[in-house]
């Protein structure tokens, strides 16, 4: 549309959605200035691993010297060193750390306004925006993973199918869908509540122990695996990760997904309502 | 048709009554009070296209609140409005691209990013062209003199820079309707002045319809030949701005300069109430009905080397306004 020079008009998008990837474009140059921050974080957040690996062979020696079974509800110490390696993958897709606070904080501090007055889905926005950390993340990733990966191959015994391949491939979108409407749903919790830095803690705790972050979910007691395998949080981590352990069987592979796409299909709605009521409600504080 | 068309509005708050001390947070704990606040109540009001108007009002008058309202960013308790044909408060697209909203207390664009970025953002979430967005970049950083400063993270820029940014980023998509609130709050007098000038010769260029608040009289007298004042959610006037002195001020002031000695005060008394005096120089309050009769009576009285009458300063009309009392 041409605009006549001195009289206003209205502007149609060429492409509605061209906006969120400028957004991501923007987003993720910027990011790229953190370089030492990213190069830090990928290199150093492999330290827990270490002590994860000694604690684990710990226990399965100690097994083998009480003449236990070599192997923990069917996982051997080669296959939890695996798990909690892969862990790492699934986690770099469902962790977005910051998005629940960023939210709440934009809903507390008035912030929102600016969302609201232009013509762009808030939603939209933290997701590309997260996403831009996510591409910075990976891009940092390509160079400090595959030593540390290339250093733990011993461990890795199961050459996944090409299916298994592209079933972990849809569970970190999963994983990653999962995580930001969870974040989502949380921070607009700040419609309601105003100041949720304490609830925030204890929920992120309660996510980190239902991903299977902290030990594989299957090793818990076995009433409570199908509840904890099957919540939201179990896509977080624990199935991208047996997924491309091979632990998954292949006829199963598709009603774990489809259970990981409902899932998204429910924080989807669950976010809209709990988005359209906390308008509502907003007060749009600061002057 | 009118631009805007704002019909008994009201925004009604639920707030916590808090008791003080200690002990009063901890009772609040078990047993919440709450209070209602009016901060809009039975506004109605219409701005035709084009107009440039003043929304005038102290701290706490409800101003803030009703631009955010008519910006979408609240739900109304009370009452309907529509601005472009649009309900604000449904937050359709077609509507966001049509209208902008600047707040001179909050910061809108991207804080960790350069203010040519943040710029470029907004340019792509309105859907400017390349083309209008250049024209109107290069035109607007020119006229507030702040090209030099497009490549400053916007954290870095001064108040009064950030604050001419922040209007550029508005008038990118060319809006029909601009909000400005309180635009030049905390801004240097070159700054203010500066401001003033480029959102009055925007309005007459491009006939884009601005809503203007202010609790600053020189924005209002400077830029606005209609103000709506408003007071404890209450709209208490709406009209040109100098009839806003006629109809709360019963009187007028009348400055005499005298000759030859001049003049006690004694000799004053009952003419008016006496502002000022000196002996050759003083300054009376009159009411209106009476001024011809006080005029008449100095010049044949005294010998007046000048006599001049004016009006009571706007800033003291509005003042007892919204004091609630009435200025005479």
């Known amino acids: ?287 | 048709m009118a631009i805007i068309e704002v019909e008994k509005l009201s925004k009604i708050y639920r707030t916590q009554k808090r008791l003080p001390g200690l002990g009063g947070a901890v009772m609040g704990l078990f047993n919440r009070q709450y209070t209602q606040v009016r901060a809009v109540d039975d506004v109605s009001f219409t701005i035709e296209e084009g107009e440039l108007v003043g929304f005038l009002g102290p701290n706490g008058a409800g101003k803030t609140t009703t631009l955010k309202m008519l910006s979408g960013i609240l739900y109304p308790t009370i009452g309907t409005a529509r601005v472009l044909g649009f309900t604000p408060w449904e937050r359709k697209n077609e509507y966001r691209r049509q209208f902008a909203l600047v707040m001179g207390q909050k910061n809108q664009l991207w804080w960790d990013l350069p203010a040519q970025e943040s710029l470029y953002l907004n340019k792509e979430i309105y859907g400017v062209t390349d083309d209008a967005y250049k024209k109107v970049l290069d035109e607007m950083t020119e006229l507030l003199q702040v090209k030099q400063l497009l490549g400053i993270m916007v954290r870095e820029l001064s108040l009064g820079e950030r604050m001419k940014f922040e209007l550029i980023a508005s008038l990118l998509h060319r809006p029909r309707v601009l909000l400005l609130d309180e635009p030049t709050i905390g801004l240097d007098v070159v700054a203010q002045k500066n401001i003033r000038e480029f959102i009055k010769d925007y309005n007459r260029r491009t006939k884009t319809t601005i809503l203007l608040t202010s609790h600053y009289m020189n924005d209002i007298q400077a830029l606005c030949d209609r103000v709506v004042v408003i007071n404890h959610g209450k709209k208490i006037f709406d009209g040109r701005l100098d009839a806003v002195v006629e109809q709360f001020s019963q009187s007028k002031l009348i400055s005499v300069t005298f000759k030859n000695g001049g003049v006690d005060r004694a000799q004053l008394m009952g003419m008016g109430e006496i502002l000022e005096h000196s002996k050759v120089k003083s300054i009376l309050k009159v009411l209106r009905d009476n001024v011809k009769k006080v005029s008449n009576e100095l010049l044949n009285q005294f010998d007046v080397d000048d006599i001049n009458i004016e009006e009571v300063p706007i800033e003291e009309v509005i003042e007892k306004v919204f004091k609630g009392t009435k200025p005479d």
């Open chain 1, 1 to 287: 549309m041409i605009n006549s020079e001195n009289s206003p008009t209205v502007i149609i998008p060429r492409a509605p959605f061209h906006k969120y990837w400028v957004i991501l474009s923007t987003r993720t140059q910027e990011d790229m200035v953190y370089r030492a921050n990213y190069v830090f974080g990928a290199v150093f957040r492999f330290l827990p691993l270490v002590t994860t690996i000694f604690l684990w062979y710990a226990v399965y020696q100690a097994r083998k010297a009480g003449g236990a079974s070599p192997s923990i509800q069917g996982m051997s110490y080669e296959d939890m060193v695996a798990y909690y390696a892969f862990m790492y993958i699934a986690r770099g897709f469902s962790s977005v750390p910051g998005t629940m606070g960023d939210i709440s904080k934009d809903i507390k501090d008035g912030l929102l306004n600016r969302y609201l007055i232009k013509p762009i889905d808030y939603f939209g926005y933290q997701t590309m925006y997260r996403l831009a950390h996510k591409l910075v993340f990976w891009y940092v990733a390509l160079f400090t993973f595959p030593p540390i990966f290339y250093l733990l191959r011993h461990y890795f015994s199961h050459i996944p199918t090409v299916w298994e391949w592209a079933a972990f491939v849809v569970s970190l979108f999963i994983a990653f869908s999962i995580g930001m409407f969870f974040c989502f749903m949380i921070g607009t919790l700040a419609f309601w509540f105003l100041e949720i830095s304490t609830f925030l803690f204890v929920v992120m705790m309660i996510e980190f122990f239902m991903s299977g972050h902290l030990i594989p979910l299957n090793l818990l007691p076995r009433v409570l695996q199908p509840v904890l395998q099957f919540s939201p949080f179990g896509y977080e981590g624990y199935w991208p990760c047996v997924i491309l352990m091979g632990k998954v069987p292949q006829d199963h592979l598709f009603q774990v997904l489809g259970i990981g796409f409902l899932w998204i299909g429910i924080f989807y709605v669950i976010t809209q309502v709990m988005w359209k009521m906390g308008l509502k409600r907003y007060s749009a504080v600061g002057g």
